[in-house]
């Protein structure tokens, strides 16, 4: 969220040389605001939260609940996202317009590598495939479109964790108490895959699988999505498969498409592992 600002619309920032808009920077301070509390705020809350007064909140939130953005919940006087934001977001689904951007860079993949990868997204404190590409070759292994993944035990889920922040993490978990408590002790390894820049595991679930995952980047560097290659070990080839290889050509990718989604991260690294 912005801090507080006491220049006018149409003013100049001196810093960025850009145009400035603190009445709609206060609005959407508490839009995000509001979509980190499921029990809602008060006026008061609010304005504590984003270092105002009521009154300079006051006719912002009366025109976002006029036009359904947030909701006022009586008898209590409290504030919640309204419907609006939902409505809008399924005239045009995010997820399509990744879908449409992925597809093609997903078989790339799957022919480059000759093996199967798969995207996965954050869903209700899971990961979920909505994404898969198999490998044109006659050996195979693939996750099925719709497979819930895993959070903590899996490449794409702490891909996802990784490049969040302590809050967003715990956020993406949802309640699930195991689960928080397992978010807890993975800190360190996730710092270390941020750093990084992409995970690497054995499967946890299939013997013979080695998971290489990357984050798809918004501009901010928080994973929106996860690329991800399980790669089959072969026996009747040395070595099993060519890293190197493997981590080039996923990372390349995950990075092309977040720059075609126009998300492009100006801190991402294109250097090697």
């Known amino acids: 969220m912005t801090t507080r600002s006491n220049q006018r619309d149409g003013d100049t920032d001196k810093r960025t040389g850009r145009y400035s808009a603190p009445a709609l920077e206060k609005g959407l301070d ?3 605001l509001l979509s980190l509390r499921d ?9 504590d939260a984003l270092g105002r007064t009521v009154g300079e909140i006051y006719r912002m939130l009366s025109c976002l609940v006029d036009r359904d953005y947030v909701a006022l919940e009586k008898p ?7 419907p609006k934001l939902f409505e809008l977001s399924h005239r045009h689904p995010p997820s399509r317009r990744l879908l449409d951007v992925a597809i093609p860079h997903l078989r790339n993949v799957a022919r480059e590598l000759d093996q199967s ?13 909505v994404a898969q ?3 044109p070759g006659s050996l195979t292994f693939a996750v ?3 497979t819930p993944v895993s959070p903590t035990e899996s490449a794409s889920g702490r891909v996802l964790l990784a490049f969040r922040d302590e809050r967003e993490r715990k956020d993406l978990i949802g309640s699930d108490e195991t689960v928080a408590a397992r978010l807890s ?8 895959i941020r750093a990084k820049g992409f995970c690497e595991m054995e499967s946890k679930r299939v013997r013979g699988i080695h998971d290489t995952s990357f984050p798809i980047e918004d501009r901010k560097g928080h994973a929106i999505a996860a690329l991800t290659v399980p790669l089959v070990q072969r026996i ?19 990075r092309d498409i977040g720059r075609e989604l126009g998300h492009a991260n100006e801190q991402a690294s294109d250097g090697g592992a």
Not at 185 to 192: K, V
């Open 30 to 32: 508490i839009l995000e």
């Open 39 to 47: 029990d809602g705020l008060s006026q008061r809350q609010l304005a």
């Open 76 to 82: 209590g006087d409290r504030y919640f996202l309204g």
């Open 117 to 129: 990868c798969h995207l996965v997204v954050p869903h209700r404190g899971n990961g979920v495939v």
């Open 133 to 135: 590409e198999d490998c």
């Open 144 to 146: 099925r479109m719709g």
């Open 185 to 192: 002790e993975l800190s360190e390894t996730l710092d270390e």
């Open 236 to 254: 009747d080839i040395d070595p099993a498969f060519d890293r190197d290889a493997v981590l080039g050509v996923v990372r390349r990718a995950a």
